[in-house]
């Protein structure tokens, strides 16, 4: 892959970027999160309400699965923690007392969080690959950027596969929020 084809060299480059392992670290602990409210979007019953169809609670929970897996896949890439990864008996009952991820995944809307977190990605592989070539890291670069392109790609193969029709509404009608 070509790093000067990602790069957007007018990219800001945050300072912390600089110290060993900082942006790796950062990934690890963002699909940790995305793990971790993935599975807990599942363990909520009726999490959409007392008036959702079964097909929307369904569709639901098989997302939240299916992020999950999605996130994990992307740390398993990352060659991240493993122990953490494969003991989701022990994470499962951590995840409930991890009260941000709870109230998280309670109130996710996976429409906005999906257009969110695709139009993060396509912004985030531009900087890292700037960051790879100002920094002479064209090796650490490489492998994050077809890492972050990997895990948009499944993202999006999941979401045209599980996300019911009525979810898919056109970006430019969301209301996107951080």
């Known amino acids: 892959m070509q790093l000067e084809a990602l790069a957007d060299?007018?990219?800001?480059?945050?300072?912390?970027?600089?110290?060993?392992?900082?942006?790796?670290d950062q990934e690890v602990k963002r699909l940790r999160l995305?793990?971790?409210?993935g599975r807990i979007v599942d363990s909520i019953p009726r999490r959409l309400g007392v008036y959702a169809s079964r097909q929307d609670m369904s569709a639901d929970a098989k997302l939240g699965r299916k992020m999950a897996n999605?996130?994990?896949?992307?740390?398993?890439?990352?060659?991240?923690?493993?122990k953490w990864m494969h003991d989701w008996v022990k994470a499962q009952g951590t995840a409930r007392k991890n009260e941000t991820a709870?109230?998280?995944a309670a109130k996710r809307q996976w429409t906005v969080w999906?257009?969110?977190?695709?139009t993060w990605l396509e912004q985030h592989i531009p900087v890292v690959a700037c960051w790879?070539?100002?920094?002479?890291?064209?090796?650490?670069g490489n492998e994050m950027c077809s890492r972050l392109i990997a895990e948009r790609d499944l993202?999006?193969?999941?979401?045209?596969?599980?996300?019911?029709?009525?979810?898919?509404?056109?970006?430019?009608?969301?209301?996107?929020?951080?």
């Open 9 to 24: 060299f007018e990219a800001k480059i945050p300072n912390k970027w600089e110290k060993v392992g900082y942006l790796h």
């Open 102 to 104: 709870y109230r998280e």
């Open 132 to 140: 790879a070539i100002k920094h002479g890291r064209r090796k650490e």
């Open 155 to 178: 993202m999006i193969e999941v979401w045209e596969k599980v996300a019911p029709e009525k979810w898919r509404e056109p970006e430019d009608q969301l209301e996107v929020t951080e």
């Open 70 to 82: 999605v996130a994990l896949r992307a740390l398993q890439w990352r060659k991240a923690d493993e």
């Open 114 to 118: 999906y257009y969110d977190r695709i």
């Open 34 to 37: 995305d793990y971790t409210i």
